[in-house]
């Protein structure tokens, strides 16, 4: 069973516009979320993360949402760069903290 | 500081062989993961350690796959009899449980295996 949804498998954005990118969730016991950034023939690096007591949080050019009562959220990017193109994989932890549980991904193309 | 390093990069092999990878993690790091990736998906969780110990697998993990994590630094993950549907990228991540609340985990650039 999927408990990390990311329904969009690419978006394409114009460079300085914004970039959204959502995440769903099943498990209400998820603790922290986060997004990682992957670039071809790299392995995933994290860019960013939320506790699930908060609703936002905030890194740069960077912004993650939290809906905890939708259990969605997403990740803001202002402005796109063509060097943030990339896949972007939504991620969350489970309870205890053992490990994280990864979304399928998606497809970031910023056209310059 | 080194990264988490994998070896070897690329894995060709054919059905019914068996293959080793071998992760080295950042050095102070206790815990060490395996997930594997395929076409089209996020990484999908297969085992974890925490020093030597092995303290979960993942029903994704048959008998056929094997880790291990002796002395707590690098561990290996053995595939034997390999099938057509093992190919994939196999990723090792590792983290120091208890230092950062977010779990984040870091990863290596994976071994990649292609079974014939």
């Known amino acids: 069973d999927q408990q990390v949804k990311q329904n969009s498998p690419s978006l394409s954005v114009q460079e300085g516009r914004i970039s959204i990118l959502n995440c769903d969730y099943t498990?209400?016991?998820?603790?922290?979320f986060l997004w990682y950034k992957k670039y071809p023939a790299e392995g995933p690096t994290f860019l960013i993360s939320i506790s699930s007591i908060k609703d936002k949080n905030e890194d740069g050019r960077f912004t993650v949402f939290l809906n905890k009562s939708a259990k969605h959220l997403s990740l803001h990017i202002v402005p796109s760069q063509p060097g943030d193109s990339a896949v972007y994989f939504c991620?969350?932890?489970?309870?205890?903290?053992?490990?994280?549980?990864f979304g399928a991904g998606t497809i970031l193309r910023v056209k310059s | 500081d080194t990264g988490v390093s994998q070896n070897p990069r690329h894995k060709i092999t054919k059905r019914g062989q068996n293959v080793t990878f071998r992760c080295d993690p950042i050095?102070?790091?206790?815990?060490l993961y395996w997930y594997r990736q395929t076409l089209g998906q996020g990484p999908e969780f297969l085992t974890y350690f925490q020093n030597e110990a092995q303290l979960e697998k993942s029903r994704l993990l048959s008998d056929r796959f094997s880790a291990e994590r002796p002395k707590g630094s690098f561990s290996t993950l053995e595939i034997q009899r390999t099938e057509q549907g093992d190919s994939a990228m196999y990723l090792c991540?590792?983290?120091?449980?208890?230092?950062?609340?977010?779990?984040?985990?870091?990863f290596g650039e994976g071994s990649r295996l292609t079974v014939l």
């Open positions: 050095s102070e790091h206790n815990r």
């Open positions: 991620a969350a932890r489970t309870e205890y903290g053992n490990k994280l549980v």
């Open positions: 498990n209400s016991m998820f603790d922290y």
């Open positions: 991540a590792s983290s120091l449980f208890g230092k950062r609340p977010t779990g984040e985990l870091f």
